[in-house]
């Protein structure tokens, strides 16, 4: 699990490239009703982007020249080609990571901004690094990828804003999900049931994906035909969106869809309402502070911190680990694990043919109810194998709690 920390690095700024940058109060205008603190509400801001292709680059731009506090910027895609021409790149830059070549510019046009990027799937990144940021945009084609980011945010009580295009018939999109007590809409919401037969069968478009010889399968739509104006022009309706928010302009953006017409220059605006039947996790995390690293602390006192004293009906989510009661080698017979294990680990080696024992499907747990751990509850995490958790969620009925580690929960991207 440390291993997924690699995916997430700091841009840093060559002394070479330091030059004078202008302060954002030499540009931004006096908005109406605008708040007194504006200034101070743009200091601190950190927004993580998800997609950093022709949208989710526009947007990143943007937010470095109103000089924000800190991005985050996911992609595990690279400059191609046909990149340039939707993207605000040169040729030069094309077989470069999305992720790293924009966060590279936006440290250059905001060096005060700390910038963060990943050019790896946001799959591979801790729920941690959404911990610290105040707004999420989702500008991807990524199936996957859009199901993590929209049950991530709904877990962290984050707003999500997502960009789109639709270049036949000149449409840009952004729907803005306020996820505030998971009774709203989520992007999953509106999943075909086209989209959720590619997402179950693991289908693979190979025209944005990564490399097939990737282990992890990328869900992709079709690749976006689109012109660059219509994606800037939709990355811009984001950013006005995003503005209104931050700094409380007009009337409420959020649970609304804004799309734009190119054809008939409409806009409509309209609700976003929850589909009941929707397959995302539609609770909220309440959070609540952490006394020691997770893996010092066992689970009834994580039960006890989230009131849930007595209660037998519950579950606990133990980051990305799954609890595996027995494992499974060559031999073919079980032995007893009782730990936490992360995604596609074994356990040790069978002492009888030397392969490695793997958890059994059938015995694995996540989340893992309170009455499969209920001989391990005073054991430290440390001791069952999840040493490195960063995080653990206690649930019981409608009502989950969430723990950060004192060393993840910092505010930042």
Not at 59 to 81: E, M, P, T, V, Y
Request: glycine share 8%; aromatic share 6%.
């Amino acid at each position: 699990m440390k291993n997924r920390i690699r995916y997430l690095r700091e841009v840093k700024l060559r002394s070479s490239c330091a030059s004078a940058v202008a302060r954002r109060e030499d540009r931004l205008p006096r908005f109406l009703d605008m708040p007194d603190d504006a200034h101070d509400r743009l200091d601190q801001l950190n927004v993580a982007i998800v997609g950093v292709g022709s949208v989710g680059r526009n947007a990143a731009l943007h937010l470095a020249r109103l000089q924000i506090a800190g991005l985050l910027l996911i992609d595990c895609g690279r400059l191609k080609a046909q990149s340039v021409l939707t993207h605000l790149i040169s040729p030069a830059d094309v077989s470069q990571p999305k992720a790293s070549n924009a966060g590279r510019v936006c440290k250059r046009v905001s060096p005060d901004t700390r910038v963060m990027v990943s050019d790896g799937t946001v799959q591979e990144l801790p729920l941690t690094a959404f911990a610290g940021v105040d707004v999420i945009f989702l500008a991807t084609d990524n199936l996957l990828a859009e199901s993590e980011v929209a049950q991530r945010a709904i877990w962290l009580g984050k707003p999500l804003i997502q960009a789109s295009v639709h270049g036949a018939t000149l449409v840009g999109q952004v729907r803005c999900f306020s996820n505030r007590d998971g009774q709203g809409a989520c992007p999953v919401c509106s999943f075909s049931e086209v989209e959720w037969n590619h997402l179950n069968l693991q289908t693979r478009f190979n025209c944005d994906g990564p490399p097939m010889g990737k282990a992890a399968a990328e869900i992709t739509k079709e690749p976006t035909m689109s012109t660059s104006f219509l994606c800037s022009t939709a990355a811009d309706l984001a950013l006005v969106q995003i503005l209104r928010y931050v700094l409380g302009l007009g009337a409420p953006v959020m649970d609304t869809m804004l799309e734009y017409c190119g054809y008939t220059h409409r806009t409509v605006v309209s609700p976003l309402v929850r589909n009941p039947e929707c397959r995302c996790d539609h609770t909220t995390y309440e959070r609540a502070p952490c006394p020691r690293p997770v893996p010092d602390c066992t689970l009834r006192q994580f039960a006890s911190l989230a009131g849930f004293d007595g209660e037998e009906l519950l579950s606990f989510r133990v980051d990305e680990m799954t609890y595996a009661e027995l494992g499974a080698c060559g031999c073919g017979g079980s032995r007893p694990l009782r730990r936490f294990v992360a995604d596609g680990a074994h356990v040790g080696r069978c002492r009888s043919c030397g392969a490695p024992v793997f958890p059994r499907p059938s015995d694995s747990h996540r989340p893992v109810p309170r009455s499969v751990v209920a001989d391990v509850l005073d054991r430290p995490l440390r001791d069952l194998g999840a040493g490195a958790a960063q995080w653990l969620a206690v649930r019981c009925g409608d009502r989950a709690v969430l723990f950060i580690g004192p060393e993840n929960g910092q505010k930042g991207a």
